[in-house]
């Protein structure tokens, strides 16, 4: 099989406070791969692992072979942040020259980079606005965009729609399973809306630091005898009480 | 590259930034500005008058030379001197001198009786050991100077302090919050998760700030050295050296201590803590008269080594041989800072395993 992300008996806690405890996953190359849970579960600190920004205190997480932290490893995940982390004195398109050339882009790249990240998420017109003037749909389509800025292999997106029309929803959605079918990419999302839970090939219901169950949308509905993924979430939210 | 990157942006944002801007270039220049009218104007405003008592003729024209108006009288109590305003006296009674001062104002009672003891001890040099002047009581000793001279004021001494301080400031607090603000907003999380590396992060910001940092201190040294005609006599490529010197400390010890600010206010209350007290130790007050202990905290403070360093070259004319010592203390300074700065990072990104 071909595993991008592995994730083996994991363990976290901030202080006294146990955030995440013996989490396994495996995430197969071409997939796009949802974490659900309610607020608090873990999630950000769990994607967050796979970027290398936080460490386990248990366990190991390896990312295309390799250990997770490894700042190689970086040129090759698209992080999206759940809160947008932006300069506000700058343009949208100075932010994202700015990330583009952080990473091993030629010039006649960065610039492709930048017209398509742009184009996708419908800012090229705003494009020479500052940040700090953009609205928050705005801005959240800007931090998508520099996610997506050095054509990644994987895509860890943290709440990406949040703020974000229907219309735009729907094609951000179809432009993510276009970079899938076409290009392979490996796309982790976490989410509370569960008709994008729905879209995932795969899930990973998580509550109070623990995978509760993880499976294909379909899967979970049949696991839990229900018909919807919203009647999954109230369950599996119930039964640990 | 990433460096670049790094530099061209905090560039960026710092031009888009007027405000910021002003702080760093215009505040210092308009402090030093109105210290140096403060210090400088009270002098001549206003002619101290001085009531003469039996005072012979050379001496009163002298203390006239000297820019005090003498009123001469034939008998002098503290009564007169309330009610004719004057600042004071200089009594001669058989052969005693005395000097009656009105001390409303202890700095301009010490100027004067400075300024008087000083003329008279001048005529007793003139003339010798001539009986019919007995000028000893009065007079202190004669007056040398080893530096300056006669017309040199407070402000030439406090001077080359102040524009230590002023790098030091300014370039502290702009650093110091414009690393925090990278903090709160999350901007800083975000660039670790790119492939940069902390040492690349602190390069860039250090170089970044480090160029504001820079011409501000040439902006305010020729300010001080070519407008205020602060006294200037060694080279002032030295004083521009030690203030580069310090503006990389102010520089690393702001992005450092922004490691435990949360909040811009958090960083502004670093002031009392970590700049006011550099202030007291920095020689605006004399070191030699302090406990042993406190004179040891002077030690490790960076602003009393780039004091010293410019006072010796601005006020007291040493070359880059004398204030070396002075050099080698900031650069470590620095160093220190720059290390734990990359220490501090890893709060943010740890260390790769793989390597
Ligand atoms: N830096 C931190 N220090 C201490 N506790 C933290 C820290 N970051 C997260 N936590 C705690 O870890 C737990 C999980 O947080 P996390 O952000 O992963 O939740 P989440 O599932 O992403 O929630 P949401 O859906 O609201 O984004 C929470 O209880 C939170 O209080
Ligand atoms: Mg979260």
New interface residues.
Partial sequence: MDHTVRVEQVGKRYGNKIVLEKVDLTIERGQIYGFIGPSGAGKTTLVKMLVGMETADEGTVTVLGKKMPNLRMLQEIGYMAQSDALYTELTGEENLRFFASLFKLNKEEQKQRIAYAAELVNLTPDLAKKAGAYSGGMKRRLSLAIALIQNPQILILDEPTVGIDPELRLSIWNELFRLKNEEGKTIIVTTHVMDEADRCDYLAMVREGRVLANGTPRQLTEQYGVNTLEEVFLRAGGKSK | ??I??LI??IC??MI??KRTLALLFVAPLLILSLMYVMFNGSGDAVKPKLGAVNVPAPVSQALAHADIEVIPYHDMDKETIVSDKLDGALISKDGHWSLLLENVDPTAAKAMQMKVGQIMAGLLLQNGQQGSMDLSQASSLPVEYVYGNADSTFFDVLSPILIGFFVFFFVFLISGIGLLRERT???L?????????RGEVITGYLTGYGLFAVIQTVIVVLFAVNVLDISLVGSIWNVLVINLLLALVALSLGILLSTFASSEFQMVQFIPVVVVPQVFFSGIFALDGMAEWLQTIARIMPLYYAADALKGVMYKGYGFGDIIGDLLVLVLFVFVFIGLNVIALKK???????K
Wanted: glycine fraction near 4%; charged fraction near 30%; avoid cysteine.
């Fill in positions: 590259m990433r670049n990157a061209q942006r960026l944002q888009r930034d907003t999350g901007t999380e975000r660039l670790m998760s790119t492939p940069i590396r943010y990104r740890k260390p790769s395993a793989s």
